[in-house]
Every structure is written in structure tokens, then in C-alpha cells.
């Protein structure tokens, strides 16, 4: 049994965008050009406070659109097999009556992330509260709420290329006083 070849996260992406991030990986010099970029991690920790952080982006953009019943960080997402974080729509009948679940789950990685990796992942599943597919109106959503959204995402994979060559995590959380 052969293994798997690892994620190439920039598929899609044009040469001239995708060799300096491979060489940049090559040099193991990735780490110090995201760093500078983005120097801190974001203080959202909790499943609470993430609930708060999407409904606050939510009712700034999309008041009108359904409530979310759940927002949560989910350490079963596996970013390294490309799940970033998921949206999901439930429809029950419960008495005679149809009830609606939205739930969006983000990856438990982004607890240790920068707070403009964090706001695109979660513009992006906000997004699918009012677009279902990936096309052109998704998108134009997502740089509605975030207009640096294509960059965002192009560092961010780029960041999985670092993580998924060395393993290193660049965002991790000082360790607490006396620990």
C-alpha cells in the first residue's frame, strides 16, 4: 500500500503565484514572511466566544438571514485532509411543524491563528447561510464581508503548505504563567 502524496493546498493557483511560496517552503523561510504579515494570534478561544464573533459578523452583514443554533470549534474537522470549517442546514418535523438547524463548526487549528484567518473562515461559512455553492455570487459575498477575503485564503493555504512540510505551528499560544 502506497501513501498518500500530501494536500497540494494551492491547486488551481497560477505557477507564478504558486512557485515563491514552494520555494519559500524549500528555504524554510515560509514561517518568517507569515509572521511578519501577521504577527498575532486572535483571542477568540472559546466555542462561546466564537458563537458571539459569528453572530457579531453576521448581524453586521446578513441580519436578515436565518439564526445559526450552533457555532463551535471542531477538533474532527482535519484541515490537513482540507476542512477548514463546515456549514450545515437541518430540517426536522416536529409536531406537525418543520424546524431549521444551522450549525457552523470551524476547524479546532483556528483557535491559534491570526484574527484575519479566523474572520475568513468565518465569513465563509456565514456566506453559505445565504449562498449554497461555491460561484461567482458565494465569492462576491465573501469580498462583500471581507474584501480581502482571496488574499486571506491564498496566505492561509499557503500556511498549510508550511504546516504540512514542517509540522511546526506558528500561531501556538504562550504557555500560561507557572505552568
Known amino acids: 500500500m502506497q501513501p498518500k502524496p500530501p494536500v497540494n493546498y494551492l491547486a488551481g493557483y497560477p505557477p507564478t503565484l504558486v512557485e515563491p511560496v514552494y520555494r519559500l517552503v524549500a528555504e524554510d523561510r515560509l514561517a518568517e514572511v507569515l509572521l511578519q504579515r501577521y504577527p498575532v494570534p486572535h483571542t477568540v478561544r472559546t466555542d462561546k466566544a466564537l458563537?458571539?464573533?459569528?453572530?457579531?459578523?453576521?448581524?453586521?452583514?446578513?441580519?436578515?438571514?436565518?439564526?445559526?443554533?450552533?457555532?463551535?470549534?471542531?477538533?474532527?474537522?482535519?484541515?490537513?485532509?482540507?476542512?477548514?470549517?463546515?456549514?450545515?442546514?437541518?430540517?426536522?418535523?416536529?409536531?406537525?411543524?418543520?424546524?431549521?438547524?444551522?450549525?457552523?463548526?470551524?476547524a479546532t487549528v483556528f483557535r491559534e491563528m491570526p484574527p484575519e484567518f479566523l474572520r475568513m473562515i468565518v465569513v465563509h461559512e456565514i456566506a453559505h447561510l445565504k449562498e449554497g455553492n461555491h460561484d461567482k455570487a458565494f465569492y462576491q459575498l465573501c469580498r462583500y464581508m471581507e474584501p480581502d477575503y482571496h488574499q486571506l485564503e491564498f496566505d492561509l493555504r499557503a500556511y498549510l503548505c508550511h504546516l504540512g512540510a514542517t509540522g511546526r505551528v506558528l500561531w501556538a499560544s504562550a504557555p500560561a504563567p507557572n505552568s
Open 51 to 106: 458563537y458571539d464573533y459569528v453572530q457579531q459578523i453576521k448581524g453586521e452583514y446578513l441580519r436578515n438571514v436565518g439564526l445559526v443554533s450552533k457555532v463551535a470549534f471542531d477538533s474532527k474537522l482535519q484541515v490537513l485532509r482540507n476542512a477548514l470549517g463546515t456549514y450545515t442546514n437541518i430540517a426536522r418535523v416536529q409536531g406537525g411543524k418543520l424546524k431549521a438547524k444551522r450549525e457552523i463548526r470551524v
